[in-house]
């Protein structure tokens, strides 16, 4: 098929494109980083400071003491080669960034996922109701809820839940994502998937009870701004001559609001959806800082304050590869979704 | 043909021009008369009149991230108004992270900053001559030098003669009030939350000790921290709460006692001394006799090649951030390229009986018995990696202390089991304990943050928490403790051997006058008051005053509180406004 062969096209001419611009932003970042002040190296002794031969020498061994082309040519090179490098800073040194990656991109994943879940049901739902019933109490008393809810703290509604649910009534963990040294068997790094495949319902219940308040904390601010995009769009669908032309052959009014008007409005809705799961992850830095979640976001903070390099770089890197990965899939199922793409 | 414009500039002057030219004239000189004005007014102000205030300018240095906790800003303002109050210095607050404070303060860029210090080894040399000597000095920014100074440090060093130490400690820090290269300001404070009913949870001023808690009918505690492990190899930690679980895993030549900094025999079977024949007369040689029957969680024996080898081990490896530079450098140990970047051929015998080491030193070291107890210096496996870090995971660590390794979720949670096979159940019978480890497990959870602490203690009941150990907020170390007694926990708060100060280069503040000043404006119980709720202790010296040979000399030369009048004598005295040629000129930079 002709819009088979279009959308093919168009997911490797993206895929093509992507590759040019992950090399241009990791040279940025290898050049911004080096433009900065402040030394790695001074700061792995804390206050102490061994001699000079001793630093000489780490720096050697962390190839630092090379002029910065070879630096450059050495970092991309290792780069194209799947190796990210070893992080360079205090808290970290040593360690394989991928390792360091890979024991944190779980938990951000997870708590993504999780929020992002919440956020669709959450936002979506009263999206739809407020936009099919325009200028209802209803539909204000949702416009007035998300409105108030996107422009809530992350933090601030993070502690406000962890104050009432798990302070106050003691009902959910107050933080982290585990309490106890029975921590799943990693198979995945996410306790709740890891969980399931030992078959531990006890443990599935325990690591979904620690991601409850932080989930619930990002999905609705999120939630609020799907509501605005939802009620936006259904609103056009909803008065829209197709859905005129539906109520005129005496289609029952909830059919015309969910089989045609919502499923029209759908697109942007996806766009959206998409777009903000990469917000999500910014978002997730200040909830995993609120529910002290050692997540991926916490590593980049960590290693912006030590000057980590190697571990900067190699974040952003996989940063920019999700982000990238889920435009593509999102304009993919954009184009499956609307049939005018495949015209 | 000549242009509009060329004819209009050629054109004679018109008689209108000429009231334009006068006006011209006037205007110019009455600009000059404004001049001659403004110029006589600034002589004869100069000459006769009070000077403009003046005050001297430097900067402020505190470091932005946390490195510190979260009161580095509140401190920092809270000593600049104190400098500043006194009227005549001015004070300008700069921060930046710690990757780049600390290459300035090596780059010697900033004129004050604030820095904190955890002693390597319990001895009072720790506090002075990483400060005071020339090449200390020069690695923590304060580019002080003194040759005499460094003659003293260096007889303190080398002398296990009290009286000695007592004299040469005393002149230090006599030295360091005069010339003030840093300012103490407080020690900080050590706190721990638990609850009710567990008992033995020491605040030890080196090593927390998670083995002698006892959580009567219970067979394991829980406890939560918001630190994180760098490294579980002895070789390689050099932070706080690696060495803390490296203290519960491994064992060490020589440990210190449960409540006090006393060091007693560990694997080693008596502490070295003179008096008991295992240190040489001239303090050049350190015999450590093994005890019997030491072996390794995994079996494996520990005998005196081993610790020889894991010795070498961490100074060949030297571990970039790692502690292995005291036992090359400060340990006098060395570190030979001729011997595989080992410590030099001779430095370290072990005799026939594979039972006891000695350390050959080049100079003495007064203090060499407090390495052997420093967790660079515990002994690993043979199996060890001998060619980079050991992982931090199981079962890859491997130790010879009261607990195993045998959980350890990276950034999560650690897991502590008894060592049926440790070699002194009875370290501390005599001490009130009976037997280490008291608990068969411990399970330290690790946490992002503070608050987190808060909340895993408030809510004991529910997440099962029973000790938080470090570091909780000062506002939350009060609220806890205002509400212990209805949270059913103890909070216990008492002295650390961490010391905050203030450096000054003296290279960018090289008037000893103002630095002085500087000592007499600052207030240490405001800043407590003010910024730690009453929680930290002042400190008169860089030793604090829980260490031998300590001496409260700022507050003996500047008082305990804030002396302005003092600070603006001698910065007058100094005339940092001078007269020259008439005219007042500032010196300030």
């Known amino acids: ?343 | 043909m000549v242009d509009e414009e060329q004819q209009k500039s050629d054109a004679p002057e018109t008689p209108a021009a000429a009231p334009a030219k006068g006006k011209g004239m006037w205007i110019g000189i009455v600009v000059v008369v404004i001049v001659i004005v403004i110029l006589l007014v600034a002589v004869f102000g100069g000459l006769f009149g009070s000077p403009p205030v003046r005050k001297y300018a430097l900067d402020l240095w505190y470091n932005n991230d946390g490195h510190y906790g979260d009161t580095e800003d509140e401190l920092a303002t809270v000593l600049k108004n104190q400098i500043e109050e006194c009227g005549k210095i001015q004070v300008t607050l700069r921060n930046d992270p710690w990757a780049v404070y600390r290459t300035n303060w090596a780059n010697g860029l900033m004129d004050v900053f604030l820095l904190g210090w955890y002693p390597d080894y319990f001895d009072s040399d720790d506090y002075i001559s990483p400060f005071l000597s020339t090449s200390g000095a020069a690695s923590l920014g304060s580019f002080y030098t003194n040759a005499t100074v460094d003659g003293w440090i260096t007889e303190e060093q080398t002398t296990t003669n009290p009286s000695i130490r007592d004299q040469r400690f005393a002149d230090i820090q006599g030295a360091l009030a005069d010339d003030v290269p840093y300012v103490p300001l407080f020690s900080g404070n050590a706190h721990v939350a638990y609850v009710n009913g567990i008992t033995d949870v020491e605040l030890h001023p080196v090593s927390f000790k998670w083995f002698i808690m006892d959580k009567p009918g219970s067979t394991e505690i829980n406890g939560s921290t918001s630190d994180r492990i760098i490294s579980l190899d002895p070789a390689s930690a050099y932070d706080y709460f690696s060495i803390e679980v490296i203290n519960q895993v491994f064992d060490t030549l020589l440990v210190y006692e449960p409540v006090s900094a006393t060091i007693m025999p560990g694997l080693a079977r008596e502490v070295p001394t003179v008096a008991n024949g295992f240190v040489s007369s001239n303090g050049l040689n350190y015999t450590f006799r093994l005890k019997d029957n030491l072996f390794f969680h995994d079996g494996s024996e520990l005998n005196a090649t081993v610790v020889a080898r894991s010795i070498d081990r961490a100074i060949r490896l030297d571990i970039g951030g790692s502690a292995a530079f005291l036992l090359y450098d400060v340990g006098a140990l060395g570190r030979a390229a001729a011997n595989g970047n080992n410590t030099q051929v001779g430095r370290m015998t072990v005799d026939a009986s594979d039972r006891n080491i000695t350390f050959h030193l080049p100079r003495a070291v007064s203090f060499f018995n407090d390495l052997m107890a420093f967790s660079v210096s515990a002994p690993v496996p043979w199996t060890y990696s001998q060619t980079g870090e050991q992982p931090s995971t199981v079962p890859a660590v491997v130790g010879s202390g009261p607990y195993r390794l045998t959980a350890h979720t990276a950034n999560i949670v650690l897991e502590l089991d008894r060592y049926a096979g440790y070699h002194s159940p009875t370290l501390y019978a005599t001490m009130g304990i009976p037997i280490i480890p008291v608990e068969d497990k411990v399970t330290i959870n690790i946490r992002s943050t503070a608050t987190a602490l808060k909340q895993d203690i408030e809510t004991h009941a529910s997440s099962g928490i029973d000790v938080v150990y470090r570091t909780l907020t000062p506002t939350d170390l009060t609220d806890l403790s205002t509400r212990a007694a209805t949270l059913g926990i103890t909070v216990d708060v008492g002295a650390s051997p961490q010391i905050r100060y203030l450096v000054i280069n003296v290279n960018r503040v090289p008037e000893e006058q103002v630095r002085q000043a500087i000592a007499y404006s600052v207030d240490r119980a405001e800043v407590d008051s003010l910024v730690f709720a009453s929680t930290v202790e002042p400190l008169y010296s860089m030793i604090p005053s829980n260490m031998p040979y300590t001496d409260p000399v700022f507050n003996t030369v500047y008082g305990g509180l804030q002396n302005c009048t003092s600070a603006n004598n001698l910065l007058t005295q100094l005339g940092f406004s001078i007269r020259l040629s008439g005219i007042w000129i500032a010196r300030d930079r």
Not at chain 1, 143 to 165: D, H
Not at chain 1, 234 to 240: C, D, K, N
Not at chain 1, 315 to 337: C, K
């Open chain 1, 1 to 343: 098929m002709g819009g088979g062969r279009s959308i093919l096209a168009y997911a490797v001419t993206r895929i093509a494109l992507a590759i040019p611009m992950l090399l241009i932003l990791l040279t940025a970042i290898f050049v911004i980083l080096r433009i900065l002040p402040g030394d790695p190296v001074l700061a792995l002794w804390g206050g102490n400071q061994p001699g000079p031969d001793v630093i000489a020498d780490a720096r050697a061994r962390l190839g630092l003491d090379k002029p910065i082309h070879v630096q450059y040519w050495d970092y991309m090179t290792s780069v194209l080669r799947g190796d990210l490098g070893v992080s360079i800073g205090f808290q970290y040194r040593g360690s394989p960034v991928w390792t360091e990656i890979g024991e944190r991109l779980p938990a951000t994943l997870e708590l993504t996922i999780a929020s992002m879940v919440v956020a669709v049901f959450a936002g979506v739902t009263p999206g739809v109701i407020a936009g099919s019933r325009r200028d209802s109490k209803l539909d204000v008393a949702i416009r007035i809820y998300s409105t108030i809810i996107y422009a809530i703290p992350i933090f601030w509604l993070g502690l406000v839940f962890q104050i009432v649910f798990a302070v106050w009534l003691g009902w959910l963990p107050a933080n982290g994502r585990w309490t106890g040294g029975d921590v799943p068997a990693a198979r995945t790094g996410m306790f709740t998937v890891d969980a399931l495949l030992e078959g531990s319902f006890d443990h599935f219940g325990k690591a979904v009870r620690h991601l409850v308040l932080p989930a619930l904390t990002l999905g609705l601010v999120l939630g609020g701004f799907f509501t605005k995009t939802v009620r936006a769009s259904m609103l056009q669908t909803v008065g829209a001559d197709f859905s005129d032309a539906a109520r005129a052959r005496g289609i029952p009014e909830w059919r015309v609001v969910y089989y045609h008007a919502f499923r029209n409005a759908l697109p942007p809705v996806v766009t959206v959806l998409g777009l903000q799961f990469a917000i999500l992850f910014a978002g997730a830095v200040l909830t995993e800082r609120t529910f002290s979640i050692d997540g991926i976001g916490n590593l980049l903070l960590t290693a912006i304050t030590s000057k980590d390099m190697t571990v900067i770089q190699g974040v952003i890197v996989v940063y920019a590869t999700i982000i990238v990965t889920i435009s593509l899939v999102i304009d993919i199922v954009g184009a499956m979704i609307d049939p005018r793409v495949r015209l």
